[in-house]
């Protein structure tokens, strides 16, 4: 639609105006800031003066902590006001920039006036505190900009559903302040000005997308009902994009009563978290917590098991061929299915009759309990009260035994040579408690034996007291070992021979006792433990957000929905990315198990050029399903190479072709973390500013990444070469996904290496899809 002259003015001055307005809030914001910080110094200066120090009387002391307290109040309370300012300022210096982005306007039914809403990314009300100049993009009403085309529109407030129709629906670029074009758009939302966000070059940190949020994004975004949330969205689709601004829409529309602190990110890699930390923070938010579920797992059994991440448990399936006679394969699929987390329920309900396994309490070489003891008296309870329950009375017991032996501990000899180690405080300690006890005047009080006797309590307590932790813990349940003995019994189950079942069992023990716990045990193992001496809930959490979704096993999600009871769920995944291969059987995201969940699904691919989506979905099923957003670019580029060095020759070639281009990041993307190291050796010496990725990196910078696919997860480039796609790396299914993961990374570039034959799952595609060469010898001058 043209733009008459007369609207771009209008336009432009209104730009211009709230641009003056907002100046003048900054301004007298600042001034108020000063004062404030002014007044803080001044406090912090004078804060003994305000304070009556007076020690001499109890009630002195009494008054002068109370003193003490309101003024440390008063400051902390201006100092909280300080910090709210601040954040106020941000969002004025933000709104400076760039105001609003759209426009609707929208005549509600049988009212005749036309209300023009501009949308931006925060609110701001006029000089009277009346009108909106600008609407907060999750603001009830501007749900129709998302939702609607224009013609008939209705939003939905507390009071009930607003019908009406949106007269018209308008773009803006703004820069720096100053309107630079607009478009008036239809139902998509300025295909136009979507062109233009995502041709930009790629940014070391994930923007926000909140100016064009496309309709099917705007449903996941909004979404209040479920109780769990399921997105299956293609490669690019902005699943993680809607995720970030899901978690700003709730903490806005829930503002009374949710914090940033009452939801937790589950993402794939600490890179991804580095990548998507500004999101939130430019919305305006806080960020939320964000961890790996690796990270999870670690901060529960790290101290006890030498854990075996989950992607050096990739690089075991690389190396690993299910033809062997038994492979850890079979044993990882078979440790994520819903049919071991039914056996290992089962085996719980078996534990109530029998077979706990339980650890000798001793202290200083006695037993206080023998396991046989704990057992027998375990099963002494009835059948039905829980075992948890059960542990927590044995507990009791012992600690009550304990109590018994302590009195007749401190008679020890032991404790007499000990107590000439106790030190100068806690002799002080002593001689004071003694110290008031004489003024008490009990009848018959002895100072001297008081003293000793306490001194003797002191050394005993002291070498008692991490025996009385371990058994408030349950730690005198043996966890290991009963788990362990789940394998003693010969029960193959599905998919698996009796004879892979007792080589599977005898890996499982071997590791176990040795304290080592691969990433197919560690999560059953936990939820078998916790299932057992009881989950620490957190009740304070209320939503968890799970990215790279597909990756997660039955176990995984079990788990987190019992230490987050009282959460809701956003399950983010697409099943074409699954890396691990437990997950290529059992993909939560395509089971119907779950129950309460609402599924939405993405089809459309925002990320990569329309020639590289075309080319990518190929490789997968159902892959002409997905479209692409039509953004022009070259057509991948695949090579054929007789050998390595005619390999590398061409790399090199390939990444000063990126370089020239300037693109900010560059990715080399290998299968495996050892070819990672190798090329990222062989390219440091060519080039500055390259980057070996590997599970430890949590910053990403621009330059050259050298990165194995599994752990660009979640990322993107400008430029991506896959080294190398030859057949023998990308064969098998697993293989297929990874190869579809890696080349789905790229945005506007996207070459293949292959040294020897091309992967299978490249042959496939359709060659006018891609320009193909096929190079025997490279001829230098
Ligand atoms: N509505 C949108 N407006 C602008 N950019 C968008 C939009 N949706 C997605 N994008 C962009 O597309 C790219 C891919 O988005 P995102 O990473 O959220 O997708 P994803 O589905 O999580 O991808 P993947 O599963 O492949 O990692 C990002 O650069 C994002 O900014």
């Known amino acids: ?212 949020i496309q309709r099917e994004q705007n449903k996941i975004i909004r979404n209040e009902k479920s109780k769990m949330l399921v997105v299956q969205g293609v490669a690019g689709s902005g699943k993680t994009s809607a995720a970030l601004q899901r978690v700003a829409y709730l903490l806005y529309r829930y503002r009374e009563t949710l914090t940033a602190d009452q939801m937790i990110l589950f993402s794939p890699n600490p890179l991804f978290n580095s990548y998507v930390s500004r999101v939130l923070p430019d919305l305006g938010e806080e960020n939320i917590k964000q961890m790996t579920f690796y990270h999870y797992v670690e901060q529960q059994l790290g101290s006890r098991f030498t854990i075996e991440s989950p992607f050096e448990q990739i690089e075991v399936v690389f190396s690993e061929s299910e033809s062997d006679s038994w492979s850890r394969l079979s044993g990882m699929r078979y440790k994520s299915s819903e049919y071991f987390l039914n056996r290992v329920d089962a085996y719980l309900a078996d534990l109530m009759k029998e077979g706990l396994q339980f650890r000798n309490i001793r202290f200083r070489d006695q037993f206080i309990f023998t396991k046989e003891q704990l057992a027998e008296t375990f099963y002494q309870f009835p059948e039905h009260v829980s075992i948890q329950l059960r542990l927590e009375k044995l507990a009791e017991l012992i600690l009550k035994r304990l109590n018994q032996l302590e009195r007749k501990w401190i008679k020890a000899d032991w404790v007499e040579d000990e107590v000439e180690l106790l030190d100068k405080a806690d002799l002080q300690e002593i001689f004071t408690k003694v110290e008031n006890e004489v003024q008490e005047n009990r009848e018959g009080y002895h100072e ?251 910053t990403f910078k621009t330059g050259i990444h050298v990165i194995p696919v599994y752990l660009a997860k979640g990322i993107e480039f400008d430029g991506v070469i896959v080294y190398d796609a030859s057949t023998n790396q990308y064969l098998n299914e697993l293989e297929r996904y990874l190869l579809y993961t890696a080349c789905t990374r790229a945005m506007h570039d996207l070459t293949l290496i292959a040294i020897g034959g091309i992967s299978r799952f490249i042959t496939e595609v359709p060659t006018s899809l891609y320009s193909f060469y096929r190079v025997h010898e490279i001829i230098t001058e």
């Open 1 to 212: 639609m043209p733009k008459s002259n007369q609207d771009w003015q209008e336009e432009y001055n209104r730009v211009k105006d709230v641009g003056q307005y907002i100046d003048k809030k900054i301004q007298r914001l600042k001034t108020y800031m000063q004062l404030i910080k002014e007044r803080v110094i001044d406090i912090r200066k004078t804060f003994w003066d305000d304070v009556t120090v007076n020690l001499t009387e109890m009630d002195d002391a009494i008054e002068t902590q109370a003193s003490l307290k309101q003024q440390a109040e008063f400051l902390s309370e201006r100092e909280r006001s300080h910090g709210q300012l601040a954040s106020e300022m941000n969002k004025l210096l933000d709104l400076k920039e760039k105001p609003y982005f759209g426009r609707i306007d929208f005549i509600e039914a049988n009212q005749d006036t036309k209300e023009k809403i501009y949308i931006g990314t925060s609110s701001l009300m006029d000089e009277n505190d009346e009108d909106f100049l600008i609407y907060d993009w999750r603001a009830p009403i501007s749900s129709m900009y998302y939702d609607y085309a224009p013609g008939p529109a209705a939003y939905r407030t507390i009071d009930g559903e607003i019908e009406g129709e949106i007269a018209l629906k308008r773009q803006y670029v703004i820069k720096q302040g100053e309107l630079t074009g607009m478009f008036d758009t239809g139902l998509t939302i300025g295909d136009q000005l979507l062109q233009s966000v995502l041709g930009k070059f790629s940014s070391s940190k994930m923007g926000n997308i909140v100016a064009t």
């Open 448 to 698: 001297a034996d008081a003293e000793s006797y306490y001194l003797k309590q002191k050394v005993v307590r002291r070498r008692l007291a991490p025996l009385r932790r371990k058994i408030k813990q349950l730690a005198f349940v043996n966890t290991k070992r009963t788990y362990m003995k789940l394998f003693d019994q010969v029960e193959p189950g599905e998919g698996i021979t009796e004879k892979e079942w007792l080589e599977l069992a005898k890996f499982t023990q071997e590791n176990l006792q040795s304290n080592n716990l691969t990433w197919e045990d560690a999560t059953p193992f936990l939820y078998f433990e916790k299932m057992i001496v009881g989950f620490e809930e957190n009740r304070a959490i209320k939503h968890i957000i799970i990215d790279e979704a597909q990756d997660y096993s039955t176990f995984q999600l079990r788990y987190l929905t019992y230490i987050y009871p009282n959460s809701r769920m956003t399950l983010l995944g697409d099943v074409n990315q699954t890396i691990y291969y437990h997950s290529l059987t059992n993909n939560i995201l395509t089971e119907d198990a779950i129950e309460n969940t609402e599924r939405v699904t993405l089809m459309r691919s925002y990320r990569s050029t329309r020639p590289i989506v075309e080319f990518t979905r190929s490789f997968i099923e159902d892959g002409d399903k997905i479209e692409p957003f039509n953004r022009e670019g070259s057509k991948p580029t695949v090579y054929e190479l007789d050998n390595q060095t005619i390999a590398e020759y061409k790399l090199y070639d390939c990444i000063d072709n990126y370089l020239n281009r300037k693109y900010p990041h560059i990715a080399v993307i290998t299968k495996t973390m050892d070819e990672a190291r190798e090329l990222a050796q062989l390219l440091k010496k060519s080039y500055d500013q390259v980057q070996l990725i590997d599970q430890e990196t949590h």
